[in-house]
DNA sequence: GTTACTGTACCGTCTGGACGGAATGAACGG
DNA sequence: CCGTTCATTCCGTCCAGACGGTACAGTAAC
């Protein structure tokens, strides 16, 4: 009933979300139709190809990107803890696309480093104007990787909300750390 | 001529090989087999099935994981130097088999995501036994992280050493921060 | 009539895996 | 020293199924 592309954002999703939860392997074209309850017919109505369906993520991921950095830059918080947040969160449609990017082999999809690449270039720029100092900037920026690796390793991803908290926890100590490193840099 | 088992090692190599390079969706029995100089036939004499193959990656990697962190701490610029050098760089057999482990899809192998839980949690007993803090250990096993995937987003594996020396200089800067760091908590 | 799909049928290629060998060399008896 | 036997190590081919992609007829809303 609904005339409206409904379909195109949720082959987008479906496609993100078996990237993240088995890998490329698993997101063939049927698999992603399927989880998208789509037709495959329908599927290939909005994305003619394979490929096409990798440039419509990482058109996606490059939407999201840069309204990330603008979300950080105006964050109560700061840009330091929004980005060590969203990091460690992985429920978001932004955090879900990038780790779904990073499961693309990226020697094949030359496209999907560099907008990985662009995200982060974002990121190190806006931690850099809040913290001052470069090489702590570039720490920052390090950590939020090593916090997506994790979340996308400890399976975050439909995790109760015990073991969030206790993520929550560790990158309030983080914070903590980085802000006395921060002031001691920059009295 | 080489009655020797030569092959199995070959073809866990290339195995690795591929699935850093071109994604796990490359590494196909074929593919791997090829890589490795190898009949498909004598691939499947040495791993029946393509779990075999993971099994034998991820005992690999449990076999140098334990070599690393024993290297680690009997390295001369200390557990922390090590490590985020090592973390830096992919030419050794270890960092090729532990980003190779990180590209299978961790809900498909399970085994996989104990295995780099096992290592991690080496590294952060290592480090933190030579920093103290640990908030502070935890900052730097999240840096070592952020490093690997750095190294796999920009394809450092076949590197010259122009950019080498580059990524040398900055993980230079972040050993300088973290000593001030650690000094600064333990003076 | 156009847009946004569903559904089915089909094609060529690739995939994991099974299988039957074949070369090598160690073990053993004579 | 020789011949046979035997396990190990590897090769090359075959197959059923899955894969990406095409084609097309139909449907339902606007």
Not at 9 to 32: N, S, W
Not at 118 to 145: F, K, N
Not at 166 to 185: F, G, K, M, Q
């Amino acid at each position: 009933m609904p005339p409206a592309p409904a379909a195109r954002d949720k082959v987008l999703d479906a496609f993100a979300a078996i990237l993240v939860t088995q890998g490329e392997r698993a997101a063939t074209l049927d698999a992603v139709a399927a989880h998208a309850g789509v037709s495959k017919g329908g599927l290939l109505y909005h994305f003619a190809s394979k490929q096409a369906l990798v440039d419509g993520l990482l058109a996606r991921l490059a939407e999201l990107s840069a309204a990330d950095v603008i979300e950080m830059r105006s964050a109560t918080g700061g840009p330091v803890d929004h980005f060590l947040r969203t990091s460690a969160q992985s429920d978001t449609d932004f955090d879900r696309v990038y780790v779904a990017v990073t499961r693309l082999p990226q020697d094949i999809y030359p496209q999907a480093r560099q907008a990985l690449q662009a995200a982060h270039e974002g990121w190190y720029e806006a931690v850099l104007e809040s913290v001052g100092d470069p090489v702590l900037a570039r720490a920052i920026v390090l950590m939020g990787d090593g916090l997506y690796l994790e979340a996308a390793r400890t399976g975050d991803w439909d995790a109760d909300s015990r073991s969030r908290r206790r993520t929550d926890a560790h990158v309030d100590e983080l914070l903590a750390l980085v802000d006395r490193v921060s002031t001691a840099l920059h009295p």
